[in-house]
């Protein structure tokens, strides 16, 4: 059986309502002869953050993947897939903002980033302890969930301050 970890919500409304809220007006404060390249610009720029907000995880009984779509490959987030029983330890490693990241660490000492940007983490985690036999008490998400959702609500809220401001 395969089980399927997508993309958090809160990461992927975080990231494009940001992107929006920084590059709505661009086309508006254009000159008149680059509005239609921008426009152009704005679009493959959504196209590109909605694709590289896309990946996923899949756990099965022999191994872990995590599956990234043709434009992540391009911009260097690589696929990879790993088997549960070549996965020595999960190490943690701190970050420049004082929260961990932590990776899968196989036998032949190659590193793997374990997601936490992932939906129903808890069960992710006990999946993994279910199929490594490894400790998972202690991980978290990489950042508080309250962070993704105020740049969300934060970001909306710029995009309609934008919107309000080119109608008064």
Known sequence: MIEK?????????????????LTIPIPFISYQELVLPSIIVFLFGLFLIISITNDYVEINDQK???RTNFISEIIGKKSWEVFWKDIKLIKSSPT?????????????????????RVENYKEFLILISEKTGLDVNGISYISPLWTYKLLTILSILMITGEVLSFYF
């Open 96 to 116: 420049s903002q004082g929260s961990k990241v932590y990776y899968f660490v196989t036998y032949e000492g190659k590193n793997y980033l374990m997601p936490q």
């Open 64 to 66: 872990i993947s995590y």
């Open 5 to 21: 970890f997508k993309t958090l919500f809160f990461v992927k409304s975080s990231l494009i309502s940001l992107y929006l809220a």
